[in-house]
């Protein structure tokens, strides 16, 4: 029989597809005590929904969100009693919480609003379509170059002060888009389109660079999903040619509620996440705010941009299952989510256990009937009854010495 000489081992072939999420580099914005874009991690933001006339319902509010990981907490000032109100919700988390960052929403002519807010919240938020609003005039079919540049010189003498007041404090702005809201002379000129929606944002965008003003978010939100993905990508391409960098804060405005919601805002959001486009998220759904958080840690986690929870691997279960994967899943699950960076599998089989679950910390897999096997990484460390299996579990994390109680 024929041998060779010097027998090599072949070495493993490497994958030519890249697995990590290359982010786009962007400035850094300061909000409060949170850097936004920069390399940063992607920050989590929410709204409350209390009248911020309400100065106890509205710090309660605040607080909620921010104990369960709300980093980021926006406001509406419709008026400018809000506006005033944020002076004294801002002192009473201080006093009875911490600082938390702020924003304020100001909306139709707002400058009078955004000046007084911008003494007292970390960030000013204000849309493009609505902060010069002007009524539609009917039966208008076009716009002429003189009428486009005086609401483009308006726009600039109400938005300087705003900008001249946030630059001298080192505080941020979000110009905001919104497909629904674009001004009427945008959608004249360049149509409801997602181009509308960006050209919407570099003309405030350049106004504010001209002021040498910088801490600038940019958001372009839609309902429809195709159409927020166009309009971000279309603005990262602009900036791009512009030599800009700014942030960009995600979103599905308007995504509804429940099961679909959900869906709807983790197809928008976690596409440009996965193209490394973004530095904020806001998950809007028609829910209790508190109800948001969890949704953008998943997306975060799932992607591997943020871990803040035990990761799960389980299979879908099978006929070679051998325990009710389901009801076990659950099982570890609630003796383990507390946990933080951790990956856990629970597999059905010997089959496919331990190598799908190959990059986990801890296996739990089903070996025997009426027995499970626990993993550490590729390791079995111990065969135990099933019975046992959830607090062997936890037994052999407490001995690794990563184990924090409830």
């Known amino acids: 029989m024929q041998t060779l000489a010097n027998p090599t081992k072949t070495p493993i072939k490497q994958s030519a597809f890249d697995t990590t999420i290359h982010r786009r580099k962007t400035r850094s914005v300061k909000v409060g005590d949170i850097t ?186 839609a309902s429809r999903v195709p159409v927020m993905l166009a309009a971000y990508r279309l603005m990262v391409k602009r900036m791009d040619e512009l030599g800009m960098a700014y942030p960009l804060h995600l979103g599905v405005t308007e995504a509804g509620d429940g099961e679909y919601g959900r869906i709807k805002s983790t197809a928008g959001i976690a596409t440009l996440l996965a193209e490394g486009i973004g530095d904020t998220i806001r998950v809007s759904l028609t829910e209790a705010p508190e109800k948001e958080i969890p949704v953008c840690y998943g997306i975060l986690q799932a992607l591997g941009l943020r871990k803040t929870m035990v990761e799960y691997v389980a299979c879908p279960s099978c006929g070679r299952t051998l325990f009710n994967l389901e009801d076990v899943l659950h099982q570890v699950r609630e003796a383990t989510k507390h946990l933080t960076g951790l990956d856990i599998a629970v597999m059905g089989c010997i089959v496919n256990g331990p190598g799908e679950m190959a990059d986990a910390d801890y296996g739990y897999v089903g070996k025997q009937a009426g027995y499970i096997s626990l993993y550490r990484g590729r390791e079995e460390i111990k065969k135990v009854p099933e019975s046992q299996g959830v607090e062997e579990l936890i037994n052999l994390i407490k001995a690794d010495g990563r184990w924090v109680e409830p």
């Open 36 to 221: 936004i874009g920069g390399g940063n991690p992607v920050v989590v933001q929410s709204m409350i929904n209390e009248d911020t006339l309400d100065i106890d319902g509205s710090v309660a509010a605040i607080r909620r969100l921010h104990e369960i990981g709300c980093e980021i907490v926006r406001v509406t000032v419709p008026s400018m009693a809000h506006a005033k109100s944020l002076a004294d919700i801002k002192q009473k988390l201080a006093e009875t919480y911490k600082p938390v960052p702020l924003v304020a929403d100001v909306h139709h002519n707002g400058m009078k609003i955004a000046l007084e807010v911008a003494k007292h919240v970390d960030k000013v938020r204000i849309n493009p379509g609505l902060y010069v609003f002007e009524k539609p005039q009917t039966g208008r079919n076009e716009y002429t170059q003189a009428e486009f540049e005086e609401i483009g010189n308006k726009i600039r003498q109400t938005l300087e002060p705003l900008v001249v007041s946030l630059r001298d404090q080192n505080k941020a702005m979000r110009i905001g888009v919104n497909h629904g809201s674009l001004a009427e002379r945008m959608l004249f000129t360049y149509g409801d389109t997602p181009e509308g929606m960006v050209e919407s944002a570099l003309e405030f965008l350049k106004i504010c660079e001209s002021l040498d003003y910088y801490n600038l978010v940019i958001s372009l939100k």
